[in-house]
Protein backbone atom coordinates (compact mmCIF):
# COMPACT_ATOMS: atom_id res chain seq x y z
CA UNK A 1 0.00 0.00 0.00
CA UNK A 2 1.65 3.13 -1.17
CA UNK A 3 -0.72 5.67 1.14
CA UNK A 4 -1.33 3.84 4.19
CA UNK A 5 -0.60 6.95 6.49
CA UNK A 6 -3.86 8.74 4.78
CA UNK A 7 -7.31 8.56 6.38
CA UNK A 8 -10.63 7.81 3.61
CA UNK A 9 -14.28 6.92 4.53
CA UNK A 10 -13.93 3.32 2.70
CA UNK A 11 -17.70 2.65 2.49
CA UNK A 12 -18.62 -0.91 1.34
CA UNK A 13 -20.94 -0.58 -1.88
CA UNK A 14 -23.67 -2.09 -0.61
CA UNK A 15 -24.24 0.78 2.40
CA UNK A 16 -23.26 3.20 -0.02
CA UNK A 17 -26.19 2.55 -2.13
CA UNK A 18 -28.44 2.52 1.35
CA UNK A 19 -27.28 5.95 1.64
CA UNK A 20 -27.46 7.50 -1.72
CA UNK A 21 -30.88 6.04 -1.62
CA UNK A 22 -31.74 8.05 1.95
CA UNK A 23 -29.83 11.02 0.44
CA UNK A 24 -27.11 10.79 2.71
CA UNK A 25 -23.46 9.88 1.99
CA UNK A 26 -20.76 9.09 3.86
CA UNK A 27 -18.88 6.22 6.47
CA UNK A 28 -19.69 5.49 9.90
CA UNK A 29 -16.09 4.58 10.69
CA UNK A 30 -13.59 6.95 9.20
CA UNK A 31 -9.80 5.62 9.72
CA UNK A 32 -6.43 5.47 8.13
CA UNK A 33 -5.94 3.66 5.01
CA UNK A 34 -3.67 1.17 7.04
CA UNK A 35 -6.27 0.68 9.56
CA UNK A 36 -8.79 0.26 7.02
CA UNK A 37 -5.93 -2.76 5.40
CA UNK A 38 -5.68 -3.95 8.46
CA UNK A 39 -9.43 -4.73 9.46
CA UNK A 40 -9.68 -6.19 5.94
CA UNK A 41 -6.70 -8.66 6.43
CA UNK A 42 -7.88 -9.94 9.77
CA UNK A 43 -11.64 -9.88 8.61
CA UNK A 44 -10.57 -12.06 5.26
CA UNK A 45 -7.68 -14.41 7.32
CA UNK A 46 -10.71 -15.54 9.98
CA UNK A 47 -13.21 -16.28 7.12
CA UNK A 48 -10.96 -17.71 4.79
CA UNK A 49 -8.53 -19.38 7.69
CA UNK A 50 -5.59 -18.79 6.03
CA UNK A 51 -2.78 -16.52 6.62
CA UNK A 52 -2.87 -13.15 5.21
CA UNK A 53 0.32 -11.14 4.37
CA UNK A 54 0.00 -6.54 4.74
CA UNK A 55 2.40 -4.61 2.76
CA UNK A 56 2.71 -1.17 4.13
CA UNK A 57 4.78 1.41 2.36
CA UNK A 58 6.90 3.90 4.33
CA UNK A 59 4.61 6.97 3.54
CA UNK A 60 6.76 10.39 2.93
CA UNK A 61 5.11 11.98 0.35
CA UNK A 62 1.14 13.21 0.32
CA UNK A 63 0.22 14.06 -3.23
CA UNK A 64 -3.08 14.67 -1.45
CA UNK A 65 -4.81 15.61 1.59
CA UNK A 66 -3.79 13.43 4.61
CA UNK A 67 -7.90 13.62 5.34
CA UNK A 68 -10.85 13.47 2.98
CA UNK A 69 -13.69 12.22 4.30
CA UNK A 70 -17.71 13.05 3.56
CA UNK A 71 -19.37 15.23 6.31
CA UNK A 72 -22.46 13.74 6.76
CA UNK A 73 -22.35 10.17 8.91
CA UNK A 74 -24.70 7.32 7.76
CA UNK A 75 -26.87 5.80 10.30
CA UNK A 76 -25.52 2.05 9.15
CA UNK A 77 -27.83 0.14 11.74
CA UNK A 78 -30.67 2.49 10.63
CA UNK A 79 -30.23 1.11 6.97
CA UNK A 80 -29.81 -2.35 8.17
CA UNK A 81 -25.95 -2.59 7.27
CA UNK A 82 -23.91 -5.48 9.27
CA UNK A 83 -20.35 -4.94 9.75
CA UNK A 84 -19.95 -8.92 9.64
CA UNK A 85 -22.31 -9.53 6.68
CA UNK A 86 -20.49 -7.16 4.62
CA UNK A 87 -17.13 -8.87 5.53
CA UNK A 88 -18.93 -12.19 4.05
CA UNK A 89 -19.81 -10.99 1.36
CA UNK A 90 -16.38 -9.18 0.56
CA UNK A 91 -14.79 -11.97 1.28
CA UNK A 92 -17.22 -14.64 -0.30
CA UNK A 93 -17.10 -12.54 -3.69
CA UNK A 94 -12.92 -13.06 -3.92
CA UNK A 95 -13.74 -16.71 -3.04
CA UNK A 96 -15.64 -16.41 -5.88
CA UNK A 97 -13.51 -14.84 -8.44
CA UNK A 98 -10.17 -16.35 -6.73
CA UNK A 99 -6.87 -15.43 -8.22
CA UNK A 100 -4.55 -17.33 -10.29
CA UNK A 101 -2.23 -19.47 -8.03
CA UNK A 102 -2.04 -20.38 -4.31
CA UNK A 103 -3.48 -16.96 -3.16
CA UNK A 104 -6.06 -14.28 -2.70
CA UNK A 105 -5.48 -10.96 -3.70
CA UNK A 106 -7.65 -9.14 -1.55
CA UNK A 107 -8.23 -4.78 -1.94
CA UNK A 108 -5.94 -4.50 -4.73
CA UNK A 109 -2.91 -6.21 -6.50
CA UNK A 110 0.03 -7.10 -4.31
CA UNK A 111 -0.94 -4.88 -1.11
CA UNK A 112 -2.97 -7.73 0.70
CA UNK A 113 -2.27 -11.97 -0.02
CA UNK A 114 -3.69 -14.74 1.89
CA UNK A 115 -2.14 -18.05 1.71
Known amino acids: ?22 FVGAHPLPESQDAFAERVRREAASRLGR ?37 DEFVQYYRDHRAGGSGYSLAGARQTRCR
Request: hydrophobic share 45%; proline share 5%.
Open 51 to 87: TCLLELAAQTFFPELRVRINTDLVDAEALGRSETRAC
Open 1 to 22: MQTPRCVRDNIPVSLLAKAYAA
